[in-house]
T-cell receptor, first 113, second 108 residues
Framework: NAGVTQTPKFQVLKTGQSMTLQCAQD?????MSWYRQDPGMGLRLIHY???????DQGEVPNGYNVSRSTTEDFPLRLLSAAPSQTSVYFC????????????FGNGTRLTVT | RKEVEQDPGPFNVPEGATVAFNCTYS??????FFWYRQDCRKEPKLLMSVYSSGNEDGRFTAQLNRASQYISLLIRDSKLSDSATYLC?????????FGAGTRLTVKP
């Protein structure tokens, strides 16, 4: 099983550019989420989804959009990249149920210049 | 105050040592608790879930103290391969909050 697959692994953007980070999972997990990880800050939740057609904001949603048209895919869109969005982004999924752990993709390293 | 707090370390210990990490959380309604391991520039990977009665997996023991709102991780007989950052995760409904991590280095 591939698990959670993220693309691209690395990306460099100029300020103001837009892009989409892709995330797909093949475990039939209802819950999918996006985190960003910055030094000393831990992972912070950007957006999450509990099923197709349902999304909600996390801790740091500003500057990001998501949609969930299928169970498998949960893309993250940066509408107008800013240097403050330079970070490592992780997509994660899990089964619903309060004690189900998160399964992570390999991450995307994004630099905005 | 952060919702989930960990001592960032670093903890530098010799092989064979026992080391313990604590993680405190502020939301008393939290329902789920996990420890993850993260190697440099890699994704976090589940180490173990933490259950109310405490649980053990080989050299690793996790405990939950709801009254004092902390979870702990004990590593016995440390190996060089245990060197990593250990993240605690506390969840309530669909909101999973991460600590910033504790860095462990095990030395020969």
């Amino acid at each position: 099983n591939a698990g959670v697959t993220q693309t691209p692994k690395f990306q460099v953007l100029k300020t103001g550019q837009s892009m989409t980070l892709q995330c797909a999972q093949d475990m039939n997990h209802e819950y999918m989420s996006w985190y960003r990880q910055d030094p000393g800050m831990g992972l912070r939740l950007i957006h999450y989804s509990v099923g197709a057609g349902i999304t909600d904001q996390g801790e740091v949603p500003n500057g990001y959009n998501v949609s969930r048209s299928t169970t498998e895919d949960f893309p993250l869109r940066l509408l107008s990249a800013a240097p403050s969005q330079t970070s490592v982004y992780f997509c994660a999924s899990r089964r619903t149920g309060y004690n189900s752990p998160l399964h992570f993709g390999n991450g995307t390293r994004l630099t905005v210049t | 105050r952060k919702e989930v707090e960990q001592d960032p370390g670093p903890f530098n210990v010799p092989e064979g040592a026992t080391v313990a990490f604590n993680c405190t959380y502020s939301n008393s309604a939290s329902q789920s608790f996990f420890w993850y391991r993260q190697d440099c520039r890699k994704e976090p990977k589940l180490l173990m879930s933490v259950y109310s009665s405490g649980n053990e997996d080989g050299r690793f023991t996790a405990q939950l103290n709801r009254a004092s709102q902390y979870i702990s991780l004990l590593i016995r007989d440390s190996k060089l391969s245990d060197s990593a950052t250990y993240l605690c995760v506390v969840g309530r409904n669909n909101d999973m909050r991460f600590g910033a991590g504790t860095r462990l280095t095990v030395k020969p």
